[in-house]
């Protein structure tokens, strides 16, 4: 079946603009977890969707925001872009449960310039 | 709440050797460990998982041990290959609802 799919790939925004991205999970799975990786810094988990419900919630800014469709696809946005906020953006998706096996996407590769 | 440490940072073994990662974790609540691998462009793929009523499970040329006294688990890899250069990652769950909560990482390099 079909894995983790997400969009756009690449991005290139400027300061102070806002940015979505999109992620596809598995067929049949409900949870949808995004984490922010950059060099050195290992994965920070942003949030994660069960349901369209917001389960669990890393400490990032109120900057960062996400949404899950009652189709299980998951968006998140980020205003007010910074410089910071360049790094690849990873989702992953499960049937239900962190004790379940995560499915990562590819990534989107976000610039802030 | 749980926090993970993963050492080293850096792992260089000859080609053929063993490797061997190690975690603590601070919550005697965590019961699932997975151990994640990732390859360059690419995002973290399950390599193998143990839960907290197993102290061992093996998978070909991989092994994870765990101490629950101790609170640390670890990541064996026998029989080093070039494919095995990634960087990997452990992490604990202390629950099914809750997050994982992740080490930062070991970049493994095989030398030829």
């Known amino acids: 079946k079909a894995g983790v799919t997400q969009t756009p790939r690449y991005l290139i925004k400027t300061r102070g603009q806002q940015v979505t991205l999109s992620c596809s999970p598995i067929?049949?799975?409900?949870?949808v977890s995004w984490y922010q990786q950059t060099p050195g810094q290992g994965l920070q988990f942003l949030f994660e969707y069960f349901s369209e419900t917001q389960r669990n919630k890393g400490n990032f800014p109120g900057r960062f925001s996400g949404r899950q469709f009652s189709n299980s696809r998951s968006e998140m946005n980020v205003s007010t872009l910074e410089l910071g906020d360049s790094a690849l953006y990873l989702c992953?998706?499960?049937?239900?449960?962190?004790?379940?096996?995560?499915?990562f996407g590819p990534g989107t590769r976000l610039l802030v310039l | 709440g749980e926090n993970v440490e993963q050492h080293p940072s850096t792992l260089s073994v000859q080609e053929g050797d063993s490797a061997v990662i190690k975690c603590t974790y601070s919550?005697?609540?965590?019961?699932?460990f997975p151990w994640y691998k990732q390859e360059l462009g690419k995002g973290p793929q399950l390599i193998i998982d143990?839960?907290?009523n197993v102290g061992e499970k093996k998978d070909q040329r991989i092994a994870v041990t765990l101490n629950k006294t101790a609170k640390h688990f670890s990541l064996h890899i026998t029989e080093t290959q070039p494919e095995d250069s990634a960087v990997y990652f452990c992490a604990a769950s202390p629950g099914s609802n809750y997050q994982l909560i992740w080490g930062a990482g070991t970049k493994l390099i095989i030398k030829p």
């Open positions: 143990i839960r907290s």
């Open positions: 067929s049949g799975h409900r949870s």
């Open positions: 919550d005697s609540a965590s019961n699932y």
């Open positions: 992953a998706s499960s049937l239900g449960t962190s004790q379940e096996t995560q499915y």
